[in-house]
């Protein structure tokens, strides 16, 4: 059983930097791509930030020179490290992992996790 688990948020002025953390924890598989995404309320759940198994990130528009998404030297942990916040990114940050690996036996190629999301308020 896959489980994710985040830590992190909270409460921040404007201008203030916070870090997200997730750990990924489990056997049988193996991570294809790990990622940040957000929900204010009302609206989608979006993708912030995205890094994939060869290392490559990508970033939303929004958060774009701003965030910068990493993994764990044991590669099944990841960061976000959140610089120059704005009210605007107030939300509910969910952690996603991509993942292959066996289940009861059987192979899957391409699975979703997700945590259980952790809110980051910044006050103007």
């Known amino acids: 059983q896959v489980q994710l688990v985040e830590s992190g948020g909270g409460l921040v002025q404007a201008g203030g930097s916070l870090r997200l953390s997730c750990a990924a924890s489990?056997?049988?598989?193996?991570?294809?791509?790990m990622g940040w995404y957000r929900q204010a309320p009302g609206k989608q759940r979006d993708l912030i930030a995205i890094?994939?198994?060869?290392?490559?990130?990508n970033y939303a528009d929004s958060v774009k020179g701003r965030f910068t998404i990493s993994r764990g030297v044991a590669k099944n942990t990841l960061y976000l490290q959140m610089n120059s916040l704005k009210p605007e990114d107030t939300a509910a940050y969910y952690c996603?992992?991509?993942?292959?690996?066996?289940?009861?036996?059987?192979?899957?190629?391409?699975?979703?996790?997700w945590g259980q999301g952790t809110q980051v308020t910044v006050s103007s």
């Open positions: 890094t994939t198994s060869d290392g490559t990130t």
């Open positions: 489990g056997s049988g598989f193996s991570i294809n791509a």
């Open positions: 996603n992992a991509n993942m292959r690996g066996y289940d009861s036996g059987a192979y899957y190629s391409s699975r979703d996790y």
